[in-house]
């Protein structure tokens, strides 16, 4: 039985980081095994991240070494290319003078010209290698960060001590509706909720009431967040008497100071 390829070679093949030999004999056993053509759809939609909802995305620390390791015998191999042409022997000529000028300034600007291509072709290849880089970093935080979500609002939902609170449209504002999970214990909170979408110079702002005291922010939301929750983390231990979403200037302010948009009391719920 054919043994299945590398583990790291879906991933260099989705990156297009894999030839030659190793490229031939990679698509020679794909196109007969089920197994790695799946395998290697899923590597291709890793390749092809844009935005992550749940699931981390982590590429293998051999994938990254190997393409580094491509691109930089790309690199060596264009440098010494290069210097073989700069040692070539000048054809001997059996005149001197005005040709021998004209040939040796023909020779320095092909030299010039080729160590100009050099440099260019090194400083894409770093860009490339950067670029693809601080994609794939930005790709994994974010997945990061929704997982962390996720694993926040399973925690909350099940918690026999989390309240819900339905917040209610208010007169005169935008209208909408949304639920509030809150556990104080824990210190979070969820949001979720559709709102008509605010004006441009306008931000939606959730906040926490206390039993006493002044409101606590739990951050911006977003006039549409039905299927994609917010998840905000507060002081642990905060009792809650009433959670509201009011509709203040472009980037929110520490304290409310426009109009409650939905309003929802906790001994109400």
């Given amino acids: 039985m054919e043994a299945h390829a590398n583990p790291e070679d879906f991933d260099l ?8 030999e190793e490229r031939q004999r990679f698509e020679a056993h794909v196109r007969s095994c089920e197994a790695c053509q799946k395998q290697l759809a899923q590597a291709r939609e890793v390749a092809a991240l844009v935005g992550l909802t749940a699931a981390e995305a982590a590429v293998p620390p051999a994938v990254k070494a190997r393409l580094m390791e491509k691109i930089q015998k790309d690199k060596d191999a264009t440098q010494q290319a290069a210097a073989q042409t700069a040692q070539k022997p000048a054809r001997k000529r059996a005149r001197w003078g005005l040709r021998f000028s004209l040939g040796f300034a023909m020779a320095a600007v092909v030299l010039a010209l080729v160590c100009f291509w050099l440099w260019k072709q090194d400083t894409l290849h770093e860009q490339q290698l950067s670029h693809m880089m601080a994609r794939l970093e930005k790709t994994q935080a974010e997945a990061r960060r929704n997982q962390a979500d996720v694993r926040a609002m399973t925690r909350v939902v099940s918690a ?34 559709v709102i008509a979408p605010a004006p441009s110079d306008k931000s939606y702002q959730l906040w926490l009431v206390p039993d006493s005291g002044a409101p606590v922010s739990a951050g911006l939301v977003e006039a549409d967040q039905a299927t994609g929750a917010a998840v905000a983390h507060l002081p ?8 509201a979403v009011t509709l203040e200037p472009k980037g929110g302010r520490p304290q409310p100071t426009g109009p409650k948009v939905l309003v929802g009391t906790v001994g109400n719920a």
Avoid: S
């Avoid at 339905?166 to 214990?185: C, E, I, K, W």
């Fill in 236 to 243: 642990r231990g905060l009792a809650a008497k009433a959670f």
């Fill in 13 to 20: 093949y989705a990156l297009g980081a894999l030839d030659g």
């Fill in 160 to 193: 026999p001590d989390t309240v819900q609170v339905d917040l209610a449209h208010q007169a005169g504002t935008p209208p909408g509706t949304a639920h509030v999970f809150y556990n104080g214990r824990m210190g979070i909170i969820i949001y979720t909720g």
